[in-house]
């Protein structure tokens, strides 16, 4: 299978302090979704980071190795470029502009297409999220978490991206809003064949959806494999899911 996304050793540092990747390779597989594991501050956000040309903004630094996206090494080219060569994000937050309409949200994400493109883009993400074409003309701030992370999803795959990257799919969503948006991700990678990897705290969520995943610790991977295999770890059970009902009850 054609690996559209292949990490290869990569180590990251903020600053002077020590390292906040360690030595990571992955692989995404075109139409894979693949999870991102791990606790709070294990590296998750930073990996994305470095994929998609925002470290600079955190005064973070690629300190070795390179990410290539479908056999082309991209690492250190800006954010801008990496769309324009058919990587979508999904950053933190999602960062939809709250005061625009859900259309023009989606017509920003479309800049890069070529006009004559932009009517059939904006149908098929209406066809993947119909709540998004009942909402076309409402202020994106309006609408629920679960609807804003539809349209953070939507607004980067109208450019029809090979490569798809989401941080915090399900923070603060209902979990049936997340299983609906996972859904829509599996069609998506099994019709158009888009990558995705995507970071996400419910790990047994992640695993259910997933076809395989990566565990970080302290910024290295220290488990990866196909979701089942992920899922029926010790290391998993022991590590990530023990710490997050620790979390949990000491909250
Ligand atoms: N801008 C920054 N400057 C300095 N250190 C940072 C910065 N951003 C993150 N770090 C550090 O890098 C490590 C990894 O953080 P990162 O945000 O990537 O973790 P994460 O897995 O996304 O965590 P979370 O689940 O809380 O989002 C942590 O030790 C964190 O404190
Ligand atoms: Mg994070």
Redo the contacts with the bound molecule.
Sequence with gaps: MNTVLDIQHLSVA??R?GL?LEDVSLQVPQGGIVALL??????????IRAVTGLLDL???KITDGRVHMSGKIVSGMPAHRLVRMGMGQVPEGRLVFKHLSVEDNLLVGAAVLPRAQVKAGLQAVYQLFPRLLERRNQAAGWMSGGEQQMLALGRAMIAKPKLLLVD?LSLGLAPLIVIEIYKQLRVIGETMGTAMLI?E?NAHLALSFAHSAYL?QQ?RVVLSGTAQEVSASPEMKASYLGEAKAGKSAA
């Excluded at 791990?38 to 990996?47: D, M, P, Q, R, V």
């Design positions: 903020y600053n302090k906040a791990g606790a709070n501050g294990a590296g998750k956000s930073t990996l955190y005064h973070g915090e970071v705290q970080l910024g």
